[in-house]
């Protein structure tokens, strides 16, 4: 099936379809009582935003950067645990299909969940099998130790090909960060409007990568906390605040391919051109203390109104930030405010943020293990992340926030043709 | 604003309706940028079904239990670190007056997260003020541990007003339980079509109840693996498998008074009467090695077929179970298969089940930290959950699970009239 067949069709859709063409085994499958959810929630033509279609999966640049950010996130890094570079490079290719035809809202692989013989360990884990692609997107990366010696020995023979940038993040004052649930060798970026559906391609790429990968650490996601696209309304984050108004918007195009894409010339561009350096911070929020708090210190604190969003001393959200404006002979927007500070005026950059919430149960003692899973997008982190994180030091939001958990990541180009696959330059 | 003209409404549509009537500030806030994401995500009169609405709070018995069962969940399980009686019933008043306004889309309290004046610490936290009321549903319970006494001490002076079924649930083959991550003195259910809802709830009952409770544990879902209504498809655990197919219904309204409800003439009907015993387990799944199961296992294991959820030997979901039909002189359905032991046909009891999927994170040691938050409701837990469990012996899927919480809660039942509170008539 071609992807353009296959492009914006539902497991339920592609079901149907293959079973008119076919034996009618699928299709009499589809009839039965296996197509119940999809149907129900596939909204209206012409009605709602359609949240349950599916993202291309090839092209220049891979898909859940600044694709419209979904609603869900399931982030896991991975330890490569073979030292066989064959073996890593054939997982990658079987990554590369299986991401391929989950992001067209297909199983894992050609048997599915229940095809093959009984005796046969199915290639699908099945739980999503009723569900539409959910516009999934999956998004590798690979880590500043993939490229690394071990014991005096190029783990993957790819020492030479780490682009200078791809290095582990310096030290911020007040990082709390758990070696533990930090770094890896590879990670995937799975978003999706259905949790089940981006837990169930994590899951799958796992079992795939049995033998070669082992879970580093893992984090769910339940809230976008930034838009990535003009088209989104900006979400609230666990602070109650709209998050992300000026952030990098995909429309914005010469913005992106300024802070955003490597392009030729760049170190890496061999291989990482038309890819992006990603990093994750888990940013534990002390939501007990900020619940306590005024509103004014609360609005003080962002630099932006709770309700609208506006830059304080504005109105809307989307009015001009001006950080020369004065109400009563002090500055509208605290030079301590983490908009002041991370602004793209004050801090000389911009990064394509592309966040969650998530709330991690709760900490044993007695507070919500909650906060912000930040991600960011760049060309290169040293004028991305660590530019805007080192003008935060100063930032009134640092009493209330906790950097536990730090990774960076190279994330290569999209895949093109058919035969193509994760890391098929650097590997080649 | 009475129950019937709050019904329905979510946060945006009764700020507008406000704003009509009022000085036009709520009005002209509504106008603004706050109501992006609510606008975007009702859906169309007469399209898809509408997740976004209202529950009734108010009724004979608590929403949350036979209501459909939403999609997300964050439960959370209190200790009272209080030993004022009048503190703890304070507080069930204030929780009370929030959950009767968050279930119908309002903010925790009147002032909202930007009302008052700048000086004033807000009365709601903010994150869902653009959002719907999402279906949201908040249950209450109280554990075995209000009741108690600590060091001779009577701790509320409820000690004669224990049910007797309200005690710890025994011991069972396979229980590796944490106790951090068990019992507690109260807990909340809150259920939602949007996660974020859910979350909102529980974070502003937690700000209510600074130095009244201190949260034990918490645990989010993300997937609904239980219908609770006929209306409801069956969704899928995360062995794959359709879950909830047999499930007692909410239309099933004999079977529900005779299972679920407690009624007068049952322990502790003075004040319980209408409500109903809450069982939750955290059970661990062990994903990779089901995963690398054959079909055959994994449907002989279960009972059912893996694509339409047939029991063994019939062809569709909702065909009846037959426990005496044979294939080549074997069961269909495997006398150790989870269906078999735990169908009411064999266990001799029903109970309603309501639980969620959750993954949180890793443990370590490369595996998904994932599985089922299981929830059930009955009438009785020693004939309900545990008489269910002690048959449960000899399920194959004992090889697959291992559960790592426990808790027993009393779920008192429904608020009545506009004065009435959460435990009224057993604090009365």
């Not at 894992?108 to 692609?133: K, N, S």
Request: overall charge negative; proline content about 6%.
């Amino acid at each position: 099936m071609s992807d353009d067949v296959s492009r914006g069709l539902s497991r339920r859709r592609f079901f149907g379809l293959a079973g008119a063409g076919t034996a009618g085994v699928l299709a009499a499958g589809a009839a039965g009582g296996a197509i119940g959810r999809a149907t129900a929630e596939v909204p209206p033509a012409g009605g709602a935003a359609d949240t349950t279609g599916a993202v291309p999966f090839t092209g220049a640049h891979q898909a859940g950067i600044v694709t419209p950010a979904q609603d869900r996130l399931h982030f896991v890094a991975f330890d490569v645990v073979t030292d066989d570079r064959a073996e890593l490079v054939e997982m990658l290719q079987a990554w590369t299909a299986a991401a391929r035809r989950m992001t067209a809202g297909q199983d894992a692989g050609e048997v599915g969940a229940v095809g093959g013989g009984p005796y046969d360990v199915p290639d699908d884990t099945g739980e999503a099998m009723d569900l539409p692609a959910a516009g999934l997107t999956l998004t590798v990366g690979f880590g500043p130790t993939l490229f690394a010696t071990a014991d005096g020995v190029d783990r993957f023979g790819l020492a030479d090909r780490r682009p200078g940038p791809l290095t582990e993040l310096p030290a911020f004052p007040g990082d709390a960060l758990d070696p533990a649930i930090s770094g890896g060798d590879l990670c995937v970026q799975a978003c999706a409007n259905d949790p089940q559906v981006a837990v169930h391609a994590v899951r799958n790429l796992i079992r795939l990568g049995a033998g070669v990968v082992s879970v580093r650490w893992s984090q769910l996601g339940f809230g976008r906390t930034s838009s990535t696209s003009s088209a989104q309304a900006t979400p609230r984050n666990l602070f109650g605040f709209k998050d992300g108004t000026d952030n990098l918007k995909a429309e914005n195009t010469s913005a992106i391919e300024k802070f955003v894409w490597v392009t030729d010339g760049d170190p890496g561009a061999d291989w990482l051109a038309g890819g992006s350096y990603l990093v994750t911070r888990r940013i534990r929020m002390r939501i007990e203390p900020w619940d306590t708090s005024t509103l004014a210190e609360q609005e003080q604190t962002i630099g932006r109104t709770k309700k609208a969003g506006a830059p304080l001393g504005q109105r809307g959200e989307f009015d001009p930030v001006d950080f020369t404006a004065q109400v009563d002979g002090e500055f509208a927007i605290p030079q301590t405010s983490h908009v002041f500070l991370a602004h793209p005026t004050n801090s000389g950059t911009a990064i394509l943020r592309r966040g969650y919430s998530f709330v991690d149960g709760s900490d044993g003692l007695g507070r919500l293990d909650a906060g912000l899973f930040f991600i960011a997008y760049q060309r290169n982190p040293e004028t991305g992340f660590t530019q805007v994180q080192r003008n935060l030091r100063t930032d009134a939001m640092n009493e209330y926030v906790q950097h536990t958990s730090s990774a960076v990541f190279a994330c290569p180009p999209g895949v093109t043709g058919d035969d193509d696959w994760w890391g098929r330059a650097l590997f080649s």
